[in-house]
């Protein structure tokens, strides 16, 4: 896991390195000034006659030419001390330059630079659209839920295997993000975006078009489905993390988790409206238009923003990783080379060595003691969410018996108040980060010793998980004792406040991992998404044996169970980033000693 973080570093540093030549030839034109001065001061000083002379060393002389030639060694050795050394130290960087591996920074060159160059409108304009795709992933995930029966019925099968459709969709939906994050790192944010909503709306074709006699291709069309579309979130997340400070990440995040938690509880009422009204074929031409709504302005607008690529956005991407526009202005800028007789290659000098391709890197993440206790803890309050979220249509029906129009706007409250949780949370985690970074003195990679990370960011959790439970309980107790259909509803909007734990947790492991968003996102999904396939396919065996009241008592007793990690991470969390710096510092100072010396003996025994 130290590789991937001193990759990261290893990518500023290089490309912080590459700036050194033009400040050494800056360095060199004011040098040759100085010798000229010099060299004139010496013809002075030798035209004056031989009247109190004196050498190098004070003494007096009274030949011209002994002291001619003491002068000549001195001006000699002057300027071998004013010439720069050829290759100035890695360790040493100009003033201008934030250290690092203390910092362990994204700023792209100088202090005096800003984080990244898109403008907030531009910042706004990326991250809606990020927003826009990743809703895919959710929306599809139980989008037809309220036509199960319907679907069962067309395709002549039972409802356990319609069901199990959505359990496919939920397996795929975990794993296909890691290796599709890894790729949004290496690769480049633009070009995955725009092929993952390619599969997605091919997938949704295939299925709105699928014969009800090939109950084989249905699931197969899911299977595409959720590879195209469950690694949108993740690519998504790493576009916010490259365009956002960790002050201002809060608010830019939290609009982009409206999509993962309105998208579960959009879906079953956009599903029970197309099927009720035009049949379940319009639930997938539906997806196949709106996706083809996102990604036609993304093809054409949507820039790069891997840092690694482009840097503070500043760099021309490459060829692959441009829209249009960037194409036409790189073919004049290459025009314009050619026309001065420059190197080609000097439009991307100073882009960074992009990391190498590690389809494992999600896995590897989870080794990290932080990453893998806090999604573990996340991970259990979304089973117990999602859980609610499956059989509170079934409890709609049972209990309340109305249509699927209704039981899809029963969802509407919860979507409501998540999307309300989303934009709040991230605001909120802004300000308190803004107070504790004017306490040190700057931010938790600036000041990681005096900084409290944990602390800072866990402040609303308490609030944010107590809400889930109360009102998830509460529901459930509710539709069990027949009360007021008003009351679950309500409910449901107060269990939408509480899934803003889910922007809690993403800003958390984005700051520890920065520059690794695609690959955290992919963690996260992958364990919160194998937990809720496992509450999706149990509650209801679970309801039926002990009620919906006690069932959702039982999944809330298994949560609070977790409730000291929090605290764990409190206390030992900066522990834990000192030792991980630590040993990503002796490697990069290991590995810089083998460029500079080569190998040790000890490399060489090895």
Same mark, same amino acid.
């Not at 995040?253 to 509880?265: D, I, K, R, S, W």
């Given at each position: 896991?130290?590789?991937?973080?001193?990759?990261?570093?290893?990518?500023?540093?290089?490309?912080?390195?590459?700036?050194?030549?033009?400040?050494?030839?800056?360095?060199?034109?004011?040098?040759?000034?100085?010798?000229?001065?010099?060299?004139?001061?010496?013809?002075?000083?030798?035209?004056?006659?031989?009247?109190?002379?004196?050498?190098?060393?004070?003494?007096?002389?009274?030949?011209?030419?002994?002291?001619?030639?003491?002068?000549?060694?001195?001006?000699?050795?002057? *300027?071998?001390?004013?010439?720069?050394?050829?290759?100035?130290?890695?360790?040493?960087?100009?003033?201008?330059?934030?250290?690092?591996?203390?910092?362990?920074?994204?700023?792209?060159? +100088?202090?005096?630079?800003?984080?990244?160059?898109?403008?907030?409108?531009?910042?706004?304009?990326?991250?809606?659209?990020?927003?826009?795709?990743?809703?895919?992933?959710?929306?599809?995930?139980?989008?037809?839920?309220?036509?199960?029966? +319907?679907?069962?019925?067309?395709?002549?099968?039972?409802?356990?295997?319609?069901?199990?459709?959505?359990?496919?969709?939920?397996?795929?939906?975990?794993?296909?993000?890691?290796?599709?994050?890894?790729?949004?790192?290496?690769?480049?944010?633009?070009?995955?975006?725009?092929?993952?909503? !390619?599969?997605?709306?091919?997938?949704?074709?295939?299925?709105?078009?699928?014969? !009800?006699?090939?109950?084989?291709?249905?699931?197969?069309?899911?299977?595409?489905?959720?590879?195209?579309?469950?690694?949108?979130?993740?690519?998504? +997340?790493?576009?916010?993390?490259?365009?956002?400070?960790?002050?201002?990440?809060?608010?830019?995040?939290?609009?982009?988790?409206?999509?993962?938690?309105?998208?579960?509880?959009?879906?079953?009422?956009?599903?029970?409206?197309?099927?009720?009204?035009?049949?379940?074929?319009?639930?997938?031409?539906?997806?196949?238009?709106?996706?083809?709504?996102?990604?036609?302005?993304?093809?054409?607008?949507?820039?790069?923003?891997? *840092?690694?690529?482009?840097?503070?956005?500043?760099?021309?991407?490459?060829?692959?990783?441009?829209?249009?526009?960037?194409?036409?202005?790189?073919?004049?800028?290459?025009?314009?080379?050619?026309?001065?007789?420059?190197?080609?290659?000097?439009?991307?000098?100073?882009?960074?060595?992009?990391?190498?391709?590690?389809?494992?890197?999600?896995?590897?993440?989870?080794?990290?003691?932080?990453?893998?206790?806090?999604?573990?803890?996340?991970?259990?309050?979304?089973?117990?969410?999602?859980?609610?979220?499956?059989?509170?249509?079934?409890?709609?029906?049972?209990?309340?018996?109305?249509?699927?129009?209704?039981?899809?706007?029963?969802?509407?409250?919860?979507?409501?108040?998540?999307?309300?949780?989303?934009?709040?949370?991230? *605001?909120?985690?802004?300000?308190?980060?803004?107070?504790?970074?004017?306490?040190?003195?700057?931010?938790?990679?600036?000041?990681?010793?005096?900084?409290?990370?944990?602390?800072?960011?866990?402040?609303?959790?308490?609030?944010?998980?107590?809400?889930?439970?109360?009102?998830?309980?509460?529901?459930?107790?509710? +539709?069990?004792?027949?009360?007021?259909?008003?009351?679950?509803?309500?409910?449901?909007?107060?269990?939408?406040?509480?899934?803003?734990?889910?922007?809690?947790?993403?800003?958390?492991?984005?700051?520890?991992?920065?520059?690794?968003?695609?690959?955290?996102?992919?963690?996260?999904?992958?364990?919160?998404?194998?937990?809720?396939?496992?509450?999706?396919?149990?509650?209801?065996?679970?309801?039926?044996?002990?009620?919906?009241?006690?069932?959702?008592?039982?999944?809330?007793?298994?949560?609070?169970?977790?409730?000291?990690?929090?605290?764990?991470?409190?206390?030992?969390?900066?522990?834990?980033?000192?030792?991980?710096?630590?040993?990503?510092?002796?490697?990069?100072?290991?590995?810089?000693?083998?460029?500079?010396?080569?190998?040790?003996?000890?490399?060489?025994?090895?």
């Amino acid at each position: 896991m130290a590789e991937l973080e001193a990759d990261e570093i290893a990518l500023e540093r290089s490309f912080s390195q590459s700036q050194r030549p033009t400040r050494n030839q800056d360095r060199e034109i004011e040098l040759q000034q100085r010798r000229g001065k010099e060299d004139a001061n010496l013809d002075d000083g030798n035209n004056q006659g031989e009247d109190h002379l004196e050498t190098k060393d004070g003494r007096e002389c009274t030949n011209i030419s002994n002291c001619a030639e003491e002068a000549n060694s001195t001006s000699d050795e002057r *300027r071998q001390a004013l010439i720069p050394p050829p290759n100035p130290a890695p360790a040493s960087p100009g003033p201008s330059f934030q250290d690092l591996r203390a910092t362990q920074t994204n700023l792209t060159t +100088t202090l005096n630079k800003p984080y990244s160059v898109f403008t907030p409108g531009q910042k706004w304009f990326i991250v809606i659209f990020s927003a826009l795709g990743a809703i895919f992933s959710p929306i599809s995930t139980n989008i037809y839920v309220p036509a199960i029966p +319907t679907l069962a019925k067309a395709f002549d099968t039972t409802t356990e295997k319609i069901n199990l459709t959505v359990t496919i969709y939920l397996v795929f939906q975990a794993l296909t993000p890691s290796l599709w994050g890894s790729a949004g790192d290496c690769y480049g944010r633009r070009p995955v975006f725009i092929v993952l909503l !390619t599969i997605y709306l091919l997938s949704c074709i295939g299925t709105a078009l699928c014969p !009800t006699s090939a109950y084989w291709l249905l699931m197969l069309m899911r299977v595409l489905q959720a590879s195209g579309g469950s690694a949108l979130i993740a690519i998504g +997340t790493g576009v916010v993390a490259d365009i956002a400070m960790p002050h201002e990440r809060g608010r830019y995040l939290g609009l982009f988790n409206l999509g993962t938690t309105v998208g579960p509880t959009l879906g079953p009422l956009l599903g029970g409206i197309f099927a009720f009204t035009l049949g379940w074929r319009s639930i997938f031409w539906f997806l196949c238009i709106f996706c083809a709504c996102v990604l036609i302005p993304m093809i054409f607008f949507f820039p790069e923003t891997l *840092r690694a690529l482009v840097g503070d956005g500043s760099i021309p991407p490459p060829l692959l990783n441009c829209t249009p526009a960037a194409l036409m202005r790189r073919k004049r800028a290459l025009k314009d080379l050619e026309e001065r007789g420059e190197n080609p290659q000097n439009l991307t000098s100073k882009r960074a060595k992009v990391r190498n391709f590690k389809p494992l890197a999600s896995f590897l993440l989870f080794l990290e003691p932080e990453i893998a206790l806090m999604f573990t803890w996340a991970s259990l309050y979304y089973a117990f969410w999602y859980a609610i979220l499956t059989i509170f249509t079934t409890l709609l029906e049972d209990e309340y018996h109305v249509n699927e129009v209704i039981i899809g706007l029963c969802y509407l409250p919860g979507g409501v108040g998540a999307g309300i949780s989303g934009f709040m949370t991230g *605001r909120i985690m802004d300000v308190f980060y803004k107070k504790e970074k004017r306490r040190v003195g700057g931010d938790h990679r600036q000041r990681p010793d005096e900084f409290r990370l944990e602390r800072v960011r866990f402040m609303i959790l308490p609030y944010q998980v107590g809400m889930l439970l109360a009102a998830t309980i509460g529901l459930a107790w509710s +539709t069990t004792t027949h009360t007021h259909i008003a009351v679950p509803i309500v409910l449901n909007f107060f269990i939408g406040i509480g899934t803003g734990f889910l922007t809690t947790t993403t800003i958390y492991s984005i700051d520890l991992f920065t520059g690794q968003g695609g690959a955290v996102t992919a963690t996260f999904n992958l364990i919160r998404c194998a937990l809720g396939a496992v509450t999706t396919s149990t509650v209801q065996l679970i309801v039926n044996r002990m009620g919906a009241g006690w069932c959702f008592v039982l999944l809330g007793g298994i949560c609070l169970l977790a409730t000291p990690i929090p605290f764990i991470l409190i206390k030992y969390g900066p522990r834990w980033r000192n030792m991980r710096r630590d040993r990503i510092e002796k490697k990069l100072a290991r590995n810089d000693a083998t460029h500079t010396h080569g190998p040790t003996a000890v490399d060489r025994d090895k």
